[in-house]
């Protein structure tokens, strides 16, 4: 027969409530009960009834609420937090959705009370749309933010944060010292605060080297591979035409580079090209492109393992749960070269 969680705690020496507590991993049982719980869930092959914790009230799904047309970050995305769903016992709700819906606080709430989800994982513009938190906050929902940023925003929940100022300007640096002064800047959607940070860092880069700050060069749209068609095509048209493009993702990049080609333009002597997050994108264009790589997968594994940290320690008020960061880091490949006239 099946195994019960009484059956393990008779196995263990312990009662059935402490098993529950071990199997949810709270903080308050000591390592040696741990053990022992552990060592008789082994034994039994005891697996939990989530359906079971469901119908008691505990959380056994979490969800994943976006609005971002990078198929390849929502992809990242999804397999990060499902993997650790997987590992740790959760079911996972995906959610897509309209930021800009009039009615996005309604949907957000509608949606979590039909699938009673223990919490959410939320990403850009979602997770940093102060109305969106507010409501959740004041119903009680636990949620994790990845969010785009130096440093945690506040303390009124754990995020995840990723320095993208930083980036931004090591990117542009990187031109600038491969001879580029003519340097574009494409950026993604404006609701998203990357896009801001980015372009904060290229804006610094270019006055701590004494480069004008040229407003033509800078071109706002989407983060998609249409919007780098057209907005390079836009600048190659222009009489003041970049030597370099830094693209704010490496979709905006791949269609940049396709313009580039379609005009006649060679990548990279006649002109730079980077991107950013090291998405598929980034590999499989040729030349492959030089960018800033953003472990988005990991990045989602690891606002999952807080979520479920929060989760399971809702009752313990003296737990609090860290925020992490994540730096990207520059991966230069074939897309980018000296300026001409300038030597390698």
Request: aromatic content about 6%; charged content about 25%.
């Amino acid at each position: 027969m099946k195994a019960t969680i009484k059956d393990v705690a008779k196995l263990a020496g312990v009662s059935f409530k402490t098993v529950s507590r071990v199997i949810n991993k709270e903080v308050t049982v000591g390592q040696d009960l741990q053990d022992r719980v552990w060592k008789a869930v082994k034994e039994l092959n005891y697996q939990p009834n989530l359906s079971a914790r469901l119908l008691r009230g505990a959380a056994s799904s979490i969800g994943f609420i976006y609005d971002n047309p990078n198929s390849n970050y929502v992809i990242d995305m999804q397999h990060g937090i499902l993997g650790e769903c997987h590992r740790q016992g959760y079911e996972l709700i995906i959610h897509p959705c309209d930021a800009k819906s009039e009615n996005i606080i309604d949907e957000v709430l509608g949606m979590i009370d039909r699938s009673r989800v223990g919490g959410l994982v939320l990403t850009p513009p979602m997770s940093e749309m102060p109305e969106v938190l507010a409501a959740l906050s004041k119903r009680k929902i636990k949620f994790v933010r990845i969010l785009s940023g130096s440093h945690p925003p506040d303390d009124k929940a754990p995020c995840i944060f990723i320095d993208d100022r930083t980036a931004a300007y090591r990117i542009t640096q990187y031109l600038i010292d491969l001879g580029h002064k003519s340097i574009a800047f494409l950026g993604g959607d404006e609701a998203h605060k990357s896009s801001i940070e980015r372009l904060e860092g290229y804006k610094a880069a270019l006055k701590d080297n004494k480069l004008p700050v040229d407003k033509k060069l800078i071109v706002g749209g989407e983060y998609s591979f249409e919007s780098g068609v057209k907005r390079t095509r836009q600048l190659l048209s222009s009489s003041s035409k970049p030597s370099a493009v830094f693209a704010c993702n490496d979709e905006i990049a791949a269609g940049t580079l396709f313009a580039a080609r379609i005009q006649g333009v060679d990548v990279p002597h006649q002109l730079s090209i980077v991107g950013f997050e090291d998405s598929p994108f980034s590999r499989q264009a040729w030349p492959n492109l030089t960018t800033a790589q953003q472990p988005n997968r990991t990045i989602a594994q690891r606002a999952t393992a807080l979520l479920i940290e929060c989760i399971r320690n809702s009752n313990n008020a003296d737990h609090k749960v860290e925020s992490e960061g994540f730096y990207p880091q520059l991966i230069v490949r074939d897309s980018t070269c000296p300026a001409l006239g300038r030597k390698a």
